[in-house]
């Protein structure tokens, strides 16, 4: 019988610290896998269900505690399914504990500041889980595959984005990160299918076919800043991601799993509230 | 055969201009009332599910469309259920196009700052659906309660803010305001529940029995702001809040109403897009 998968079995291995850069080869995970399938879509959206009202719970908990913050940095390709994970997944999820974070290409201001400086001001607060829509991982991807940056240049922001994760860590924050893995030919039919029904136009711009033509690029700008960034307190998950349903649900059961490691419980009851008659 | 309510029977007067305040009655409208429900939980849990569904797909296109955007204020006294709207209302909306924004006691900064400032901070951009959880309101209610400004201030305060929301409608802000109008026997039965029930001690501070205790002084400064601050931009809705599933219906007919009152589509398809073929 072959081995049960593990969510472990998706974690980008932890960076040595070692002066060469290891580099995860995208290609060992198969972007139509669906390991955390239930084997219909329909088993896979009753598991949702399911976890989506634990995820609620466990996040009243969090925002109860006040002591602890959760981010969520989604990233992947264009088409991957960024917008449709936050969508299915945080569906049950109270809209007042959780805050979604889309980082579009930076503003003038943005760009007057160092590259953490727009991340750093969206950072989660105590009790909120925050999930970030792209992310600081933008600017170890966009400018190396157009040349703008070179390999120091790269190096030192790796460098900098695993020391702003481990202010977050140490600060009380549970980071966890996903790359949303889909292949070449399924985002094909993705943005086919956008430019096929006009109503969806608006999600396209022509930008987005460039970026294809530089797939291969992507994918090593991707696979360098994974195995460069996958630490103990801020781990990468690659996530099968050419099947929507499986994609939801494992993302759904990495964030299960990380919230049932917090410890997170509603505070102690206040004694000076006992036997309190309200007048 | 008595006529149907209105949504608008429920809206405050526009305030005139005219040097005297205004003050609404608010004791014209019963808190326990059900103007809107549908006769019974189910029936109401039932319509709240279908507007859900049609304020999803109202908000995909406020979101595609890029050009509009909404603030709705939730006011109200302690237990009101503000949280609960947000919960209830927002269930099936995108949380990708939804903003909530908190506003508690104001921190040092804010209050070394002009009292919209923390406010204008987080004035909804375009495409946004964006619930203020508390406001700019409070900063004509508890100091005024507290006496710690006077009536000229109280009343700069006013205008300060209709042209803050004036310049919000002026720039594409759809503004809708809503009271949760409960009564003092209904906050009661909640504070004490709160108190029964020690996993919800976190939700209770003491200051909510001292602001219990000043209820009219609260209900006559609602009263007046509510009357200072209703505006044909920005109009303030007084809702039947002891029950709550009159509450979430009313609520959610009125943000459905307003929705579609806004001419919301998606952008044109794009000629350019025209018969591409992804490679």
Redesign the interface.
Known sequence: MAKKPELDDFRVPFFDGGKKLKTFDLTSVDCAAKPFSLGSKEADRARLSEIGAQLDELQEKLH???SQRVLLVLQGMDTSGK?GT??AV?HE????G???V?FKAPTETELAHDFLWRIHSQAPKVGELCVF?RSHYEDVLVPRVLNAIDDDECERRYRHIREFEALQADSGTTVIKCFLHISKDEQ?QR??AR?DD??K????D?SD?EA?KQWDDYQKAYATALGATSTEFAPWYVVPADSKSHRNVMIAELLLRTLQGMKLA?????E??KG????
């Open positions: 109860a505690q006040r917008d936050i969508r945080f999820v109270d809209p007042l959780l805050r979604i889309p829509n094909r943005l086919q430019i006009p109503t136009h608006w999600k396209f022509t076919l294809r509603f505070p102690p009851a206040k000076t509230l309190v008659i309200v007048e």
